[in-house]
């Protein structure tokens, strides 16, 4: 397969970004049907393949694998003539036939890939593209793949192909079945089919990937921010765990069991799918609890059984050891744990009644605990151009920080590097702090507690003085936890004290450049990510004293944006000079077709663009 280039030169609109639009480049290009007989020798091309896809998923339902084809020959020109994959399915299950992965369809790019299934019976089948006897192992469906190509280059991109399967109803759940494939070149390395001097080409069988088929998931969700607190009953957060179940099956006697850690305070059940009981909740710190369904049965919903539960992470752990400490401002983790089980019958008469589970990593969940925390939002409010962010629009972000309910600090200060491509809008940055015995509204900070610095490397580093700015507004410039009494807390106690949570945030905006600073190429173009990190920092005082403790505590976030990414076309433009094409579109032997590529730029800003169209071999010549 040849490719056809067009370059086209860097270009920059002159065009204001108020009044920007979106360009359209076309390009247009003509090619015969012509068959073109090798003369010299070619070097052997390397197909092969490779399977990707989920590793389990449910009895029953449909699920999509991608085999992606390539051709690693690596001495020109190792043009590979008529490319396909043999696909081996695990179609019996423990010996039984159908009660396995059986195929469905498969597409590229959208589009139906011609395909030819065969049930194994452990003879050889005859190869309906090669022609050549292949193995068909007893228990496997066979399904041979020609793919949309007359030919491969190495330096094509690699071609994914998506090959959806039907899973019976009858598979044996929890148990490893095998996927693998091969790759290869029916016409080998010409256009002829000349097998005695040119041979088919074929790789081994891929490295088997593994599936297994399962009843049922658990899995748990933190609503919260960034898998992160400040610790405290002011800052109260939840836990979702839900059961997705196989559609059309039904499981009894569900158990589900959520283990709180020994630094995790439970608060109570906010809400629970009908039919389901908690059977234990936990009294203290930590502890199980349980929650028991008579029966489920599964549907198109991801959440045929859900509970809802709310926690804080207290002062001290359940040995009343503290959670934190303020000697080191260090952070610490909750690591909760969730596991399910229940009784299933198989559809499957010959199978008996099974217990079944789920216990992985989606139904477990760390949480950082922290002193102070800080999250990092950003949102497009001017958009100049194309929906989404293009380089003239303005961003506003946000720095939200909450200070534990046990901690008190000062010298509170929130460093944002903006990355390159970004521009500050001076006077921009606002502060609003709700805190312990006083509330600070939002307005603008004074612009002697915000200090800007453009690097060389073309970021620019943002420093906003939270402690000196609530000074400016005449308060003492320390953020004290809703449970320090601002008398003074040796120990904080939040059923002593408790004046809500303190927490706050700084808002600025920034601009999308044209241009980087320090990046070739200079422009900001389609598809750039543009970085943006924020560190907030404070001393630790002691809660009775409010003298310095000489710890810092620190937390960092981030929030990147990416320009929009362009849309590219291609599609048929006429048949020997005709615009009017037929229905359904034929082209023959000697047939003229010129194509038509689109490419939609959402920002005038572009540089080194190429289109690069592979042609298949040998029925186009575009010389």
């Given at each position: ?233 002011n800052f109260p957060r939840q836990y979702r765990l839900d059961v997705d179940l196989a559609a059309g099956q039904t499981i009894t006697n569900l158990l589900i069991t959520d283990n709180l850690p020994s630094n995790v305070q439970f608060i109570g059940i906010d809400s629970m ?147 390159d491509g970004l521009v500050f809008v001076p006077n921009s940055a606002q502060l609003q702090i709700d805190g312990n015995d006083y509330s600070l509204p939002l307005a603008t900070m004074n612009a002697a507690n915000v200090a800007t610095t453009v690097n060389a490397n073309g ?165």
């Amino acid at each position: 397969m040849h490719h056809f280039r067009h370059t086209f030169p860097s270009h920059r609109s002159t065009i204001t970004h108020r009044l920007q639009r979106v360009l359209r480049w076309v390009l247009a290009f003509s090619l015969s049907h012509s068959i073109v007989t090798p003369s010299v020798a070619f070097a052997a091309p390397v197909p092969i393949v490779t399977i990707g896809g989920p590793s389990e998923g449910f009895i029953g339902t449909a699920q999509t694998f991608t085999l992606t084809f390539d051709n690693t020959g690596s001495i020109a020109p190792t043009i590979g003539y008529g490319p396909y994959i043999d696909l081996y399915l695990p179609y019996d299950s423990n010996g039984e036939a159908g009660e396995g992965l059986s195929f469905n369809a498969a597409t590229y790019l959208g589009n139906s890939v011609s395909a030819t299934p065969f049930t194994c019976t452990g003879a050889n089948v005859v190869h309906p593209l090669t022609g050549l006897s292949v193995a068909c192992p007893v228990g496997q469906q066979l399904v041979v793949l020609e793919l949309p190509f007359g030919s491969f280059t190495p330096a094509q991109p690699a071609a994914e192909i998506e090959v959806s399967t039907n899973t019976s109803n009858l598979i044996d759940a929890g148990v490893v079945h095998t996927i693998t494939a091969r790759a290869g070149f029916q016409f080998g390395s010409d256009a002829l089919d000349n097998k005695a001097t040119d041979p088919v080409i074929s790789s081994t069988l891929s490295s088997p990937f593994s599936y297994t088929p399962t009843v049922f998931r658990l899995t748990k969700t933190y609503i919260g921010p960034e898998s992160e607190t400040a610790t405290g009953p002011n800052f109260p957060r939840q836990y979702r765990l839900d059961v997705d179940l196989a559609a059309g099956q039904t499981i009894t006697n569900l158990l589900i069991t959520d283990n709180l850690p020994s630094n995790v305070q439970f608060i109570g059940i906010d809400s629970m799918t009908p039919g389901c009981s908690a059977t234990n909740t936990p009294s203290g710190i930590g502890g199980v609890l349980q929650i028991t369904c008579a029966a489920v049965t599964g549907s198109a919903s991801t959440a045929d059984a859900s509970v809802v539960f709310s926690f804080f992470v207290p002062r001290d752990d359940a040995a009343s050891a503290p959670v934190l400490n303020a000697n080191t401002g260090s952070p610490t983790t909750s690591v909760n744990d969730s596991l399910a089980g229940a009784t299933w019958t198989p559809s499957d008469p010959d199978d008996p009644v099974a217990n079944v589970s789920s216990n992985d990593a989606n139904s477990d969940h760390t949480l950082t605990d922290r002193l102070i925390a800080i999250q990092k939002a950003a949102r497009l409010i001017t958009n100049t151009g194309a929906t989404g962010y293009t380089p003239g629009d303005t961003v506003a972000y946000s720095l939200t920080f909450q200070v534990s309910d046990f901690f008190a600090f000062n010298n509170i200060v929130i460093t944002d590097s903006l990355g390159d491509g970004l521009v500050f809008v001076p006077n921009s940055a606002q502060l609003q702090i709700d805190g312990n015995d006083y509330s600070l509204p939002l307005a603008t900070m004074n612009a002697a507690n915000v200090a800007t610095t453009v690097n060389a490397n073309g970021t620019s580093t943002l420093v906003f003085n939270v402690s000196n700015e609530q000074i400016t507004r005449g308060q003492t410039g320390q953020l004290l936890g809703g449970c320090v009494d601002p008398v003074g807390s040796p120990t904080p106690d939040c059923a002593s004290y408790n004046n809500g949570g303190t927490q706050g945030v700084v808002t600025f905006r920034a601009t999308i450049s044209n241009t980087f600073r320090n990046r070739t190429p200079s422009l900001v173009e389609l598809g750039d990510t543009l970085t943006n990190t924020v560190t907030i920092r404070g001393a630790v005082l002691n809660t009775g004293t409010f003298a310095p403790t000489g710890s810092t505590a620190s937390d960092t976030s981030s929030a990147n944006i990416t320009i929009v990414k362009p849309n590219l076309q291609k599609s048929v433009y006429a048949i020997n000079g005709s615009t009017s094409l037929p229905s359904p579109l034929v082209m023959r032997p000697g047939d003229r077709v010129t194509y038509r590529i689109t490419y939609q730029l959402p920002s005038t800003d572009f540089s080194n663009l190429i289109l690069t169209d592979y042609l298949p071999l040998p029925a186009f010549n575009a010389s």
